[in-house]
């Protein structure tokens, strides 16, 4: 297993270096940051002094070779708006993204499997009909849409959750829920739908081996059956379709947190894009990316854990 661990770590290098220098080129290639802070009325002599004074008049190279190692020190720079520090405005609202990553994540896949595994069991049937339907309906409205209907009914109408804001965890776990409900309700739409219908198409299948057939012979409950049986030889496509779902998490707290006005990473995306904040786009497309390969190296371990075949 060690082994196996060490061959996706080495085989995750390449994939680091490459995101590495796919962002660095493209903000680079994209626009001039100093003619988009010093604005239209900036003379030539003031831009050409920022540039010498920000390194780049630099070959593009040793600019590569300065900003990597910046960034392997955890230094990501200053913004070019604010004059911040980048990893400090990351940091104070990184708590809030991952707020809601990991409450949509949770919800998404308590709700989703159990779902898929039903719709399974009584396939052809009314309530795979339904669990189908409801699918359909929930791939089908944006996220966007169903954040807004969600703050029109329970935040405006009744009056029953905060309609905007975020309320930290050291504040009260009651109200970081309350302030979390609806944007989690409305990222994990979508994340649901594809989680339940992989659940369900992989349930079915294994739902037809012989050893179903076996266990229900020889005195299994279905509930039984479905946990100890159905799900474990079927959790491999389930567990690719969630680390494939938290890339869709990952992008979708950038509407989200706008929607739900929530001080997240999302919004800082958005805020920096409009100002043309290069550094801060970098440092958040960088954390996003590394987020998304580790991921993807989480779920390879989970295979080989799952399936020991995968390990050889």
């Known amino acids: 297993m060690?082994?196996?661990?060490?061959?996706?770590?080495?085989?995750?290098?390449?994939?680091?270096?490459?995101?590495?220098?796919?962002?660095?080129?493209?903000?680079?290639?994209?626009?001039?940051?100093?003619?988009?802070?010093?604005?239209?009325?900036?003379?030539?002599?003031?831009?050409?002094?920022?540039?010498?004074a920000m390194g780049l008049d630099r070959p593009i190279l040793v600019q590569f070779v300065a900003w990597l190692g910046h960034l392997l020190r955890g230094d990501f720079g200053v913004s070019l708006v604010t004059r911040e520090s980048v990893w400090t405005m990351v940091h104070d609202r990184l708590e809030t993204t991952l707020s809601l990553a990991l409450t949509t994540i949770v919800a998404s896949v308590v709700i989703a499997v159990p779902l898929g595994l039903l719709a399974a069991r009584y396939r052809g049937g009314w309530i795979d009909r339904g669990i189908t339907l409801l699918c359909t309906v929930?791939?089908?409205?944006?996220?966007?849409v169903v954040g807004y209907l969600f703050v029109w009914l329970f935040s405006?109408?009744?009056?029953?959750?905060?309609?905007?804001?975020?309320?930290?965890?050291?504040?009260?776990?009651?109200?970081?829920?309350?302030?979390?409900?609806?944007?989690?309700?409305?990222?994990?739409?979508?994340?649901?739908?594809?989680?339940?219908?992989?659940?369900?198409?992989?349930?079915?299948?294994?739902?037809?081996?012989?050893?179903?057939?076996?266990?229900?012979?020889?005195?299994?409950?279905?509930?039984?059956?479905?946990?100890?049986?159905?799900?474990?030889?079927?959790?491999?496509?389930?567990?690719?379709?969630?680390?494939?779902?938290?890339?869709?998490?990952?992008?979708?707290?950038?509407?989200?947190?706008?929607?739900?006005?929530?001080?997240?990473?999302?919004?800082?995306?958005?805020?920096?894009?409009?100002?043309?904040d290069f550094p801060v786009i970098q440092c958040v497309i960088v954390l996003f990316s590394f987020t998304y390969v580790f991921i993807n190296l989480m779920v390879d371990i989970v295979y080989a854990l799952l399936d020991p075949r995968i390990r050889y």
Do not use: C
């Open 138 to 144: 929930g791939f089908s409205v944006p996220t966007f």
């Open 2 to 52: 060690l082994k196996f661990i060490a061959y996706r770590l080495l085989g995750a290098v390449p994939v680091v270096a490459l995101v590495s220098v796919a962002v660095f080129l493209f903000l680079r290639l994209s626009g001039d940051p100093v003619a988009a802070m010093l604005g239209e009325n900036a003379t030539a002599e003031q831009v050409a002094e920022i540039r010498h």
């Open 156 to 276: 405006v109408k009744l009056g029953w959750l905060p309609a905007q804001g975020y309320a930290r965890l050291g504040d009260g776990i009651g109200r970081w829920l309350l302030h979390l409900i609806g944007p989690t309700v409305a990222m994990s739409s979508v994340f649901i739908v594809l989680i339940a219908r992989i659940t369900r198409a992989s349930a079915i299948e294994t739902l037809r081996q012989d050893f179903i057939r076996t266990a229900r012979a020889l005195g299994a409950g279905e509930l039984r059956v479905s946990a100890l049986f159905v799900l474990r030889n079927a959790a491999t496509p389930i567990v690719t379709i969630i680390g494939v779902g938290i890339g869709v998490v990952l992008t979708g707290v950038v509407v989200t947190e706008t929607v739900f006005n929530l001080p997240g990473l999302g919004r800082l995306t958005i805020e920096a894009v409009l100002a043309r």
